[in-house]
């Protein structure tokens, strides 16, 4: 239960304030603009200041490398002359974007930074795809309200226009991966 002066966050929002009152169910936060906001406490969460966890864009590209290059080397992709994986078809790299799998501890982000780091790591990995010539790419982004998965569609068509490459893009495999948790990416 929170406390008259914690600082909490807002689940599916980037809103942080300091709780004012409170009782079993409802708090009410004052945010950053000194305006008083209502939530049901199960939509609100300690919030960490990111201050220590600060990092730069080097070692942030660092680390999203690091954890592809994991998730290759833990043998759910092989890069060699050829691209395979083992878990689906040949020719296609797979990438787990649930942000559990990109960080150790994310519970000093919020959800905008969560997403940010999400896309960020998205980007990447496509970039590398093109790169390594693959035919295929699968994001796994999860089912939830589909913010990310959204995310990753704009993100395709803009890239479609920008690099003049033939990307096609849709639900993956309901065999392999269920129903809408994640997104094939076919490039040409």
Same mark, same amino acid.
């Given at each position: 239960m929170f406390r008259v002066g914690d600082k909490v966050s807002v689940l599916d929002d980037t809103i942080v304030g300091t709780i004012i009152r409170t009782n079993v169910r409802k708090?009410?936060?004052?945010?950053?603009? *000194?305006?008083?906001?209502? #939530?049901?406490? +199960?939509?609100?969460v300690a919030y960490k200041e990111s201050v220590d966890y600060k990092l730069t864009d080097e070692q942030v590209e660092k680390q999203i490398l690091s954890k592809?290059?994991?998730?290759? +080397?833990? *043998? !759910?992709? =092989? $890069?060699? +002359? !050829?691209? =395979? &994986? =083992?878990n689906y078809n040949q020719d296609t790299l797979e990438l787990d974007l649930h942000i559990e799998e990109l960080v150790d501890?994310? @519970? #000093?982000?919020?959800?905008?930074?969560? $997403? &940010?780091? &999400?896309? &960020? =790591?998205?980007?990447?990995?496509?970039?590398?795809?093109?790169?390594?010539?693959?035919?295929?790419?699968?994001?796994?982004?999860? !089912? *939830?309200e589909g913010v990310l998965r959204n995310e990753i569609h704009t993100?395709?068509?803009?890239?479609?226009?920008? !690099?003049?490459?033939?990307?096609?893009?849709?639900?993956? @495999?309901?065999?392999? #991966? *269920?129903?809408g948790g994640a997104t094939e990416v076919r490039l040409s």
């Amino acid at each position: 239960m929170f406390r008259v002066g914690d600082k909490v966050s807002v689940l599916d929002d980037t809103i942080v304030g300091t709780i004012i009152r409170t009782n079993v169910r409802k708090s009410v936060i004052e945010d950053a603009d *000194g305006f008083e906001r209502i #939530y049901v406490n +199960s939509n609100l969460v300690a919030y960490k200041e990111s201050v220590d966890y600060k990092l730069t864009d080097e070692q942030v590209e660092k680390q999203i490398l690091s954890k592809i290059n994991a998730s290759i +080397s833990k *043998g !759910k992709v =092989t $890069l060699s +002359s !050829k691209v =395979t &994986q =083992t878990n689906y078809n040949q020719d296609t790299l797979e990438l787990d974007l649930h942000i559990e799998e990109l960080v150790d501890d994310h @519970s #000093y982000m919020n959800n905008f930074d969560i $997403l &940010q780091r &999400q896309m &960020q =790591t998205c980007r990447m990995f496509i970039e590398k795809a093109i790169r390594l010539n693959a035919k295929k790419a699968v994001l796994i982004h999860g !089912k *939830g309200e589909g913010v990310l998965r959204n995310e990753i569609h704009t993100y395709l068509e803009r890239l479609e226009n920008t !690099k003049h490459i033939k990307i096609e893009y849709f639900e993956a @495999s309901y065999a392999v #991966y *269920g129903a809408g948790g994640a997104t094939e990416v076919r490039l040409s």
